[in-house]
Structure formats: C-alpha cells, structure tokens
C-alpha cells in the first residue's frame, strides 16, 4: 500500500450514485476505495472490517439512515471521519448530520477535485461544507444548478432522475406510466443532450451539475 493512501468507503443506497462516486475516486491516485455499502449498517460493519479513514455518507437510506450511522461511526470509531452527501436541501436532516459528528457535508454535485480535497481535509481533521449548503443553513435556498443549459424537458428530468437511481428502460416505463419505446426514446435524447456515449457518464455529469436528484425506489418508499 502507499505511503498516505487515504482509504474512503461509500455510502448509498442508489447504485448508480455509488458508481459515479467510484469513477470520481478512480481519478486520484492517493485515494483508494476500500468498500461500499447501501445503508448504514453496512457502513458500520465495513468500518469495523476496513477501518477507512474517510466515509462518504448519503443521509436518506433504508434500513439506517445517515445520521444514525454517523452518530454510531463516531462512536465506535473516532478515527474515521464522515463527509455527509446530499441531494435534497433539507435543513433540519443536514444540521442533524452535522451534530452527529459529520466533519464536512457537501452537495452530490461537486466536482470530483473538490470532492478530493474535501477527503484529503477531512483526513487531516479539516471541514469543508459546500457554499450552497451553509446559505441553506442560514435560511436562504439556493438556485437551481445549470438546468436550462442543456435544454432538458420536464419528462427528461425525470427519466434522468431514473436513471440516476440505476433503472432500466423497463423500470423506468413501469415508474412513469410510459411505454418501453418512450421511455428509450427519452434516454437516448437525454444522452444526446448531453453530449455523453452512456448512463454512467450520463449519471456522472447530472451529479457533477446538479442536474436532478435521483428518485427513491417504489420499495424504498413502502
């Protein structure tokens, strides 16, 4: 192993948002991703087995949510610092996180180098909260990031939102009451729109831009 290899698990109950997340860490030679995990007591069993340096941490999950998670994270293992991400401005569950013992908390849409230099700060005992959030967390909402440059539909939006949460076509046509054919048609003009060859680079840019939030899964929502 590298000298000062920062050892990071990843924490979402969205497959698609894991596997953007995965990409993002690929890029940077001093970050190695040493697990995953869909809820929070995943995470936990993964923090006793890998014992990471830094948990990238989704706040609404089945199972356990990320606060208790990182309230437990903390407790258990004080070594290991939390970065909380999100898509959803929600205050009260953001400043709950924070109080649970998160060091930094950040917007799903970060760019991967901001993301880098928020895990190597958060190592060395440094917080890092996006500009966006602490406006919310004084009162004030932020705008909507970057929608109108790619001439998105209001359907496109949730078809992305979609793909984001890892459906297929046919989930996706189940989801929005559309048919098999439509809901094709609508990916492959989102990938165009996009200028990207596949969903993976599709979900990669929509989490980089703050394009849409992914949607939770009918069995999530039971």
Known sequence: MKKGLIRVIIVDDHVMVRSGLRLFLLAFEDLKLVGEAANGEEA???CNREKPDVVLMDMVMPVMDGVRATNEIRFYFPHT???GLTSFYEPEMIQRMLDAGAISFLLKSILAT???QAIRAARN???TISPEIQDLLRGR???PLH????????REREVLACVMSGMSNAEIAQELVIS???AKFHVSSILNKLNVSNRAEAVSLALQEGLVAPIPSKKDRK
């Open 141 to 143: 909402r932020p705008s």
């Open 81 to 83: 610092q939390v970065i």
């Open 44 to 46: 936990i069993r993964l």
């Open 147 to 154: 929608l109108s440059e790619y001439n998105l539909s209001a």
């Open 125 to 127: 005992g440094k917080s």
């Open 114 to 116: 901001e993301l880098a």
């Open 180 to 182: 098999l054919s439509t």
